[in-house]
């Protein structure tokens, strides 16, 4: 059985995206006129993404999430923003960072972020938004890992019980009563 190294998967997952994202721009470069020019939407960091390259975009996706399971069992910290430990926004921050696409650093600051989707049309790599357990605000995000409408699967550092980056879902009680919203930021 091979063993799982998260700093080679990424070294990588990071050169198949800079590959990849090449062949995005290269592609929109001898594409036919009328095609779609790039937007601040999908071209985001150092990381060349063209919405309409569907190769890409599924690889960088793919990219994300894997990246993002290398630090499942990762405790949960307060403020943290490392392999050492993350809080649910600085974990999102970071894997995001990894692949040179800018998020915001907390999770209120999603409140405005991105471009909402409708739950049906989720892809994995977006990100998911619920309130505070505790209060009437933003307070919690998630890596849509498995899109599947209001059942989706998500990676995330959870401050509950279980205190780590784990996977849940969204059908679950806890978290569908505190849905607010799903954003695209690929």
């Excluded at 499942?72 to 921050?93: E, R």
């Excluded at 938004?129 to 498995?146: A, W």
């Amino acid at each position: 059985m091979v063993s799982f190294n998260p700093s080679s998967f990424l070294k990588i997952s990071i050169a198949a995206v800079l590959l990849l994202g090449l062949f995005g721009v290269t592609a929109y470069r001898f594409s036919p006129k009328g095609a779609k020019e790039p937007t601040e939407d999908s071209v985001n960091g150092s990381v060349s993404v063209m919405s309409d390259s569907l190769e890409t975009h599924v690889s960088l996706r793919d990219s994300l999430e894997q990246f993002g399971k290398g630090f499942l069992g990762v405790p949960y910290v307060y403020g943290g923003t490392s392999g050492k430990g993350f809080d649910c926004s600085g974990f999102v921050y970071y894997v995001y960072q990894e692949f040179g696409i800018r998020v915001p650093r907390t999770s209120a600051q999603f409140e405005n972020f991105g471009k909402e989707v409708p739950i049906e049309k989720v892809k994995k790599g977006d990100i998911l938004v619920f309130l505070s357990p505790t209060r009437n605000v933003i307070g919690h995000i998630g890596i849509v890992t498995d899109p599947k409408g209001m059942e989706s699967e998500f990676i995330h550092a959870s401050s509950s019980k279980e205190m780590k980056v784990m996977i849940s879902s969204l059908k679950q009680p806890s978290y569908t009563r505190r849905f607010v919203k799903a954003v695209a930021v690929l």
